[in-house]
């Protein structure tokens, strides 16, 4: 942002193309900072145009290459930038998600160091890294930034999204390690289920598993009620609330460590409710009252004490990220 003292600020934001990525390349931009944005086909079309296109590209938006699994790839990147917004992480989930998010994480981080105009870093990461578990799997009273996903317990179970889980934890813990060895500002930011309009040419995963049970997607339904399991709770988020999280925490000084993000712990069962309500002329594929009596009530709250203490407050609640992802699949004719 330019703060009328002639020098722009110049924002990094890593996996830039995707959901939340270019979203808050949008919100930087229309807050008037500069941003490196990166990718690692930044000459598709398919990945490029939705960033392209966005008001202020044209003077302040640059698009750069880099892979996390490439050592160096992002130096040129976050040269002379002075924060970094660390959004990508491997999607590889038929492959090894683990590693090149872990290692993709340290390179990043290396780059940072390296380029000496970095004030801080704020690394994305998920409620999946503070699965509120005890070691035996039981769950917690309360989820909140004391919590960490027991990896152990996860690794040798076949939970859904196991592996993501492992894979932002270690991930979260090698961010905030590196940072305090190496005195560099990290914060980090564990954001729930997001749903909320979208700029990707695709749907994004996460506004699937919301709207499965409109488009008829068992696989997707099931994950979403199996997130009872790990969080107590379906842990919606407005994708908007994730993005402006993210630039207050890097706007104010005073933010450190670790800050959960996610407004509205629910149930299916609260799902339903507003599906039916709302939208009467769109049938239900599943959901039943067996399924729902069974799971009547958020079995662990999760607290956003931390982020609301440091000043922020959420602007969007369930009626938003599920009325506003409806919209939105219904302008893109899938629903
Ligand atoms: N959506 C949610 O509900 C949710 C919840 C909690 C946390 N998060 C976190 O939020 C962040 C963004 O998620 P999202 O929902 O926006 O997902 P997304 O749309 O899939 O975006 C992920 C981004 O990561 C990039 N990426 C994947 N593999 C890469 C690699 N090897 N090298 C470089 N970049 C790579 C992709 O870049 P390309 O464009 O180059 O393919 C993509 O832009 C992630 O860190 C995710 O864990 C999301």
Not at 97 to 126: E, F, Y
Not at 180 to 186: K, L, M, P, Q, S
Not at 299 to 304: A, D, Q, T, Y
Request: hydrophobic fraction near 35%; proline fraction near 4%; aromatic fraction near 8%.
């Amino acid at each position: 942002m330019d703060k009328g003292e002639g020098k722009r600020e110049t924002v990094c934001v890593t996996g830039a193309a995707g959901f939340i990525g270019s979203r808050l390349v949008k919100n930087l931009l229309q807050k008037g900072y500069g941003v490196h944005a990166t990718l690692r086909d930044p000459e598709n079309p398919a990945k490029n145009s939705h960033l392209l296109s966005l008001p202020g590209a044209k003077e302040r938006l640059h698009l750069f290459k880099a892979d996390l699994l490439q050592h160096g790839s992002f130096d040129s990147a976050v040269e002379g930038c002075d924060f970094v917004i660390n959004m990508a992480t491997s999607t590889d989930f038929q492959g090894d998600i683990v590693q090149p998010t872990v290692d993709g994480t340290m390179n990043i981080l290396r780059s940072c160091k390296k380029a000496k105009t970095v004030k801080r870093v704020i690394h994305t990461s998920s409620i999946a890294a503070a699965c509120p578990l005890n070691e035996d799997g039981q769950l917690k009273e309360i989820l909140d930034e004391s919590c960490w996903t027991p990896v152990d317990y996860i690794k040798g179970r076949d939970v859904v999204y196991g592996m993501y889980s492992v894979s932002k934890t270690l991930a979260e813990q090698a961010a905030l390690r590196f940072g305090a060895e190496e005195e560099i500002e990290v914060v980090t930011v564990l954001v729930g289920m997001v749903g909320g309009p979208w700029l990707t040419p695709t749907v994004p995963g996460s506004v699937s598993s919301i709207l499965a049970s409109l488009t008829e997607n068992r696989l997707l339904y099931e994950v979403t009620c199996s997130s009872k399991d790990l969080f107590g709770s379906v842990p919606l988020v407005h994708v908007e609330d994730v993005c402006s999280a993210h630039i207050y925490l890097m706007e104010h000084p005073s933010a450190a460590g670790r800050y959960v993000c996610c407004s509205d712990p629910v149930t299916v069962a609260d799902m339903l409710n507003f599906f039916r309500k709302r939208y009467p002329e769109i049938p239900l594929a599943f959901g039943n009252k067996e399924e729902e009596d069974e799971w009547k009530k958020v079995l662990v709250p999760i607290s956003s004490k931390k982020l609301s203490d440091v000043g922020y407050s959420y602007k969007y609640h369930l009626e938003e990220i599920l009325s506003d992802s409806i919209e939105c699949a219904k302008q893109m004719k899938i629903l």
